[in-house]
């Protein structure tokens, strides 16, 4: 794997204004609510990436702003050594065949007016494609690499034709099809059966591998990353908590919040008596949040000093880096066996 990082993020922000009233679009004092709040990360080249969190803690929003589907509030954003925030119009273009997202939900993404041939083949013709032949050939082989196989057979069809792994696949085929460099699959296999997941996994897994793809993969699930990811970032409340390597992060958490998320995850052994640490299901108000570390009025183990700390990255063991002021202590929780 190329050590150079394909993209790298400083300090980025994304702030949403809350409006309750008219007074409030004119007034200086506005509340936000900090979707993202001054994060940093990079991605290397030809590495997947896993983003982790809750509902809210800002992962999605992370992925859409470095395909450009949202704009930053604050922040630094270097694309394969170039400013992505000075872009010109040309630039901008260039750039949108080099980023390409998969979402989550493969029955709301595909335009049920389109035949998968009309699907996949927008982007191409949106920048420049000319010849049906040529589009044609493009598309095929597309699917086949998706694994739609043989592709001849999908490219006259309709989503509603479709499963929801086949949707799923044709989502993967538009997103390769102009041959980016670079790939944010949001859940990609949440909302499918069990059985299919694997197959959707593996196939990221190889376009990594065939494509030399580097990918930001979101997801809640830890399992999902720990078998796809080179690398993991915990997100909450819209600050990284935790990064690094993916099984060490899984295997030797570094901040209570990972912790809170690992005893959550189901073991198929059923002999294996599972310990989840039990903390308040209620997180705090994004608009008004708490001093210090976000985590603590959740957290099993905070102190009077977590109040007062900020969000510093340590690193903690080699090349993972936590944001508890505590990791190094080892302190040892005290879950509810169940």
């Not at 394969?80 to 901008?92: I, R």
């Not at 069809?157 to 696949?169: F, N, V």
């Not at 909302?191 to 376009?207: E, Y």
């Not at 944001?323 to 879950?335: G, T």
Request: aromatic share 6%.
């Amino acid at each position: 794997m190329n050590k150079e990082p394909l993209i790298k993020v400083k300090n980025l922000k994304k702030y949403y204004p809350i409006n309750k009233g008219i007074k409030d679009i004119f007034s200086k004092d506005k509340s936000y609510v900090k979707a993202i709040d001054d994060i940093s990360f990079e991605i290397h080249q030809g590495e997947i990436l896993g983003l982790a969190g809750e509902s809210g803690s800002g992962k999605t929003t992370t992925g859409e702003i470095l395909v450009r589907l949202q704009e930053t509030t604050e922040g630094e954003i270097i694309f394969d050594g170039h400013d992505f925030m000075t872009k010109s119009k040309v630039e901008d273009k260039r750039f949108r065949k080099e980023v390409q997202m998969i979402f989550q939900d493969p029955y709301e993404t595909l335009n049920p007016r389109f035949t998968i041939l009309e699907t996949i083949a927008e982007p191409l013709k949106i920048h420049g494609m000319k010849g049906k032949d040529l589009i044609y050939e493009r598309v095929i082989e597309a699917l086949e690499i998706a694994e739609l196989k043989p592709a001849e057979h999908y490219v006259h069809r309709y989503p509603h034709e479709l499963s929801g792994g086949q949707r799923q696949r044709v989502a993967i085929a538009r997103g390769i099809v102009m041959n980016p460099k670079f790939l944010v699959a949001d859940e990609p296999v949440s909302m499918l059966d069990v059985s299919i997941r694997a197959d959707i996994l593996n196939l990221l897994k190889r376009l990594r591998k065939d494509m030399g793809l580097t990918m930001l993969y979101v997801s809640h699930d830890l399992s999902t990353i720990k078998y796809l990811c080179d690398r993991i970032a915990i997100m909450y409340l819209g600050k990284i908590v935790e990064i690094g390597n993916a099984n060490e992060v899984i295997d030797n958490p570094q901040h209570p919040y990972t912790k809170v998320l690992l005893s959550a995850v189901p073991v198929a052994d059923p002999d294996h008596k599972k310990v989840r640490i039990e903390i308040d299901d209620e997180a705090p108000d994004q608009i008004n949040l708490p001093e210090g570390c976000r985590f603590t009025p959740r957290c099993p183990y905070a102190t009077e000093a977590c109040n007062k700390c900020d969000h510093t990255l340590i690193e903690r063991r080699d090349k993972q880096y936590s944001a508890c002021i505590y990791a190094e202590d080892e302190l040892k929780l005290k879950p509810t066996a169940v």
